[in-house]
């Protein structure tokens, strides 16, 4: 009898401990945990809430350069989201109109901004180099703000540059008579006939959707007159791998990266061929009909998505566009952005100046 009692109770003390093991991962299955982690730099929990490292400019961390050349100022061109735009302009001022490039930065749609000090000091060198007025703005970002909000982003500043050509402003944003204010030359200063948009990664794919959008000449944004695109390997993806991708991975960059970018940018539930990713897609609309401004095309040899951005490259040389192609050998992901008073960038700054004062006109 005592022994049956002792065995009893061993097993109910047993029983309890288990019960209390299965309550606890219960608990615990039921806390928030990670779904989504670009490096510890943005995570994405079970119950969808965001959590974004405070630098999150992490694949390069550089120093602002010290230029004296080129001066810039902010400006808020979306109230409604509170978006800001870097206006740079070379020194010392001069009467006569500059042309104007339009800069749309990377960062895979999740990170970046025109404070970041490699997208800074590049503003700066484009300026300087190419003797233009440089326009960058922020845009949205994903996850908190999935695609198609930085293209909408990237409009709507367009939007807000030709109310300035103009004079009008019913978007809201910084009127005309807020700009640089006893200094009314810097806006008169652009000259708005002599438009280029210069995409860099995830920024050079907005410049895509932006070419198919605008057309030819920009009519929607008259007086503004887009007459060309640079494309610094526009980043977009698909669900068939290409050799270059199913290679070795970069320094500082691999295929899970760019999936984890996607996977966080793309609407829920969309794949890597979604129209905002593939260009030429099977979901996408063809381009056979779309008319599209002159597009210079420069990717590093040694990219992972090289082969994609050539691939994009030929399928629109074979829809008779008027696209440039150009590989710098050797090079990685960034290496124009990252190190632009290089040697080799200087070489690549003379074949952007060349393409875009040849479409100026």
């Not at 040899?301 to 399928?315: F, P, T």
């Not at 150009?326 to 190190?339: A, C, S």
């Amino acid at each position: 009898m005592f022994h049956w009692l002792s065995l009893h109770f061993h097993t109910l003390i047993f029983l309890h401990f288990l019960l209390l093991l299965i309550l606890q991962k219960t608990q615990m299955a039921s806390l928030p945990h990670v779904v989504e982690d670009l490096g510890g730099v943005i995570q994405i929990f079970s119950d969808g809430s965001i959590r974004r490292h405070k630098l999150n400019d992490f694949i390069i961390m550089s120093v602002v350069k010290a230029d004296n050349s080129v001066t810039w100022k902010d400006y808020c061109y979306n109230k409604l989201h509170d978006l800001y735009l870097r206006i740079y302009k070379p020194i010392p001022t001069t009467t006569t109109k500059l042309p104007v490039i339009y800069y749309l930065h990377g960062g895979g749609f999740c990170v970046g901004a025109f404070e970041r000090a490699k997208y800074h000091n590049f503003c700066l060198r484009v300026s300087e180099a190419l003797h233009v007025i440089v326009v960058a703005p922020n845009l949205r970002l994903a996850p908190e703000h999935r695609l198609p909000a930085a293209m909408d982003d990237a409009l709507v500043a367009l939007k807000w540059l030709q109310e300035l050509a103009t004079r009008t402003n019913p978007n809201g944003g910084q009127t005309f008579d807020d700009m640089w204010v006893g200094d009314h030359d810097v806006v008169d200063g652009f000259d708005f006939d002599r438009f280029c948009i210069f995409g860099d990664s995830s920024g050079g794919n907005i410049a895509h959707h932006l070419a198919v959008r605008l057309g030819p000449g920009s009519l929607e944004l008259t007086p503004v007159k887009v007459r060309g695109y640079v494309m610094l390997t526009p980043f977009f993806g698909g669900m068939e791998r290409t050799k270059s991708e199913e290679g070795l991975p970069e320094k500082a960059l691999n295929v899970d990266v760019l999936d984890t970018f996607w996977r966080m940018a793309l609407p829920v539930g969309k794949t890597l061929d979604h129209p905002f990713a593939n260009p030429f897609g099977p979901e996408s609309p063809s381009l056979e009909l779309v008319k599209l401004d002159p597009i210079l095309l420069v990717v590093g040899g040694d990219e992972i998505m090289k082969d994609r951005v050539k691939l994009y490259a030929e399928e629109l040389k074979k829809l008779q566009k008027t696209i440039h192609y150009v590989e710098i050998e050797g090079k990685q992901h960034g290496f124009l952005t990252n190190e632009p008073y290089s040697d080799v960038s200087d070489s690549v700054f003379n074949l952007i100046k060349d393409f875009v004062f040849k479409h100026f006109g």
